[in-house]
Nanobody, 124 residues
Framework: EVQLVESGGGLVQPGGSLRLSCAVS????????LAWFRQAPGEEREGVAG??????YYAPSVKGRFTISQDNAKKTLNLQMNNLKPEDSGMYYC???????????????????WGQGTQVTVSS
């Protein structure tokens, strides 16, 4: 059974940094897509960053500020967030698509597994 468990959210001032982690378990193949999404109250869930064996992908709004990575054992998916802005606030979710297709689109409808989410608030 695939399981995703996020951690690392919190309150940070504008310009600050946070590192989110997602513990990943249950995958039996290596060609899957893992991604981070965020959702603000009243808004749709949007893709932030994704990665697969062939590369990493970012939404234009976070490119150059956020970095997605996975540890060598593929047990943890990380999102390093720097120079945070108030508009980065929201619930952040880790998602997985075992098929690995179209990962570069970072679309929530493609994800078949989700974590419970972790809250990020950027405010002074």
């Amino acid at each position: 059974e695939v399981q995703l468990v996020e951690s690392g959210g919190g309150l940070v001032q504008p310009g600050g940094s946070l590192r989110l982690s997602c513990a990943v378990s249950g995958f039996t193949r290596n060609d899957y897509c893992l991604a981070w999404f965020r959702q603000a109250p009243g808004e749709e869930r949007e893709g932030v960053a994704g990665m697969e064996a062939d590369g990493t992908y970012y939404a234009p709004s976070v490119k150059g500020r956020f970095t997605i990575s996975q540890d060598n054992a593929k047990k943890t998916l990380n999102l390093q967030m720097n120079n945070l802005k108030p508009e980065d606030s929201g619930m952040y979710y880790c998602g997985a698509d075992p098929s690995g297709r179209y990962c570069y689109t970072i679309r929530s409808v493609l994800m078949t597994h989700w974590g419970q989410g972790t809250q990020v608030t950027v405010s002074s």
